[in-house]
């Protein structure tokens, strides 16, 4: 299994996750790579490569895939470098649940750590063990070689990082594969340290905008995908249990 993460100016978050991840025994079975995403502050410790610029998140996730797809690996772990979990075996649970719900693309639960939850309720813990829904929010997928196959390369409309869960979910329902999100292995999202500690030369407001036009722009000019990205936005603004 590959495990990734990017890091734009948060160097002590970034290693704080690896730290995490070193605690599961799996983890020496793994290649990690931590790119650094054109930062501007010293690199963290665990940094594997280097940007000179920063392409946001869907920028740096595709040359992360264009990486996956030179290897053999089965699986890409994704991980936002804002998270917290607890305990030795998260990996290991991870990708048991995954291999035991023929998840094409699993995820964690996730509790963010303000008074606001995710906006896509199916990405909440709702107490029931492993969960098939129709495409999950990106702060922490896991996904299957086949999935990032066809995929191949995320559409550039989608560089600032907003879309590619949607693209996912897309290409998983159009291909009969199977999204599951797991109750029984729960994240922590600190959620948009980039910005709340100012790491950024974007304004959040300018960054939003750019992110949002990039991804309505290549769903309601997609003839194949326009409808399936309006039935995936209900799915998870409405989702209950």
Same mark, same amino acid.
């Given at each position: 299994?590959?495990?990734?993460?990017?890091?734009?100016?948060?160097?002590?978050?970034?290693?704080?996750?690896?730290?995490?991840?070193?605690?599961?025994?799996?983890?020496?079975?793994?290649?990690?790579?931590?790119?650094?995403?054109?930062?501007?502050?010293?690199?963290?410790?665990?940094?594997?490569?280097?940007?000179?610029?920063?392409?946001?998140?869907? $920028?740096?996730?595709? *040359? /992360?895939? %264009?990486?996956?797809?030179?290897?053999?690996?089965?699986?890409?772990? =994704?991980?936002? #470098?804002?998270?917290?979990?607890?305990?030795?075996?998260?990996?290991?649970?991870?990708?048991?649940?995954?291999?035991?719900?023929?998840?094409?693309?699993?995820?964690?639960?996730?509790?963010?750590?303000?008074?606001?939850?995710?906006?896509?309720?199916?990405?909440?813990?709702?107490?029931?063990?492993?969960?098939?829904?129709?495409?999950?929010?990106?702060?922490?997928?896991?996904?299957?070689?086949?999935?990032?196959?066809?995929?191949?390369?995320?559409?550039?409309?989608?560089?600032?990082?907003?879309?590619?869960?949607?693209?996912?979910?897309?290409?998983?329902?159009?291909? $009969?594969?199977?999204? *599951? /999100?797991? %109750?029984?292995?729960?994240?922590?999202?600190?959620?948009?340290?980039? =910005?709340?500690? #100012?790491?950024?030369?974007?304004?959040?407001?300018?960054?939003?905008?750019?992110?949002?036009?990039?991804?309505?722009?290549?769903?309601?000019?997609?003839?194949?995908?326009?409808?399936?990205?309006?039935?995936?936005?209900?799915?998870?603004?409405?989702?209950?249990?």
């Amino acid at each position: 299994m590959l495990i990734a993460s990017l890091n734009h100016n948060l160097p002590d978050l970034t290693d704080n996750l690896v730290n995490q991840l070193k605690r599961d025994p799996l983890f020496k079975k793994c290649e990690l790579m931590v790119v650094d995403n054109g930062s501007t502050s010293p690199l963290a410790k665990s940094t594997t490569h280097q940007l000179d610029e920063n392409v946001y998140f869907g $920028g740096g996730f595709n *040359i /992360v895939l %264009d990486y996956f797809l030179t290897t053999d690996y089965d699986y890409l772990y =994704f991980l936002n #470098n804002d998270l917290i979990f607890h305990g030795p075996s998260f990996l290991t649970t991870s990708l048991s649940e995954a291999k035991y719900s023929d998840a094409a693309v699993y995820s964690p639960s996730v509790i963010n750590a303000s008074v606001e939850q995710c906006h896509w309720k199916q990405m909440w813990n709702w107490g029931k063990g492993l969960r098939q829904v129709k495409w999950i929010d990106f702060q922490c997928p896991l996904i299957r070689r086949d999935v990032l196959e066809i995929i191949k390369q995320y559409p550039h409309e989608l560089i600032y990082g907003w879309g590619l869960d949607f693209y996912t979910g897309c290409i998983t329902e159009t291909n $009969g594969l199977k999204t *599951i /999100v797991s %109750d029984n292995n729960t994240i922590c999202h600190l959620n948009s340290q980039t =910005f709340k500690q #100012n790491k950024i030369n974007i304004g959040v407001n300018e960054f939003c905008r750019l992110a949002e036009e990039g991804m309505y722009k290549y769903f309601f000019n997609s003839e194949e995908y326009r409808t399936l990205y309006g039935e995936l936005r209900q799915h998870g603004q409405n989702y209950s249990i």
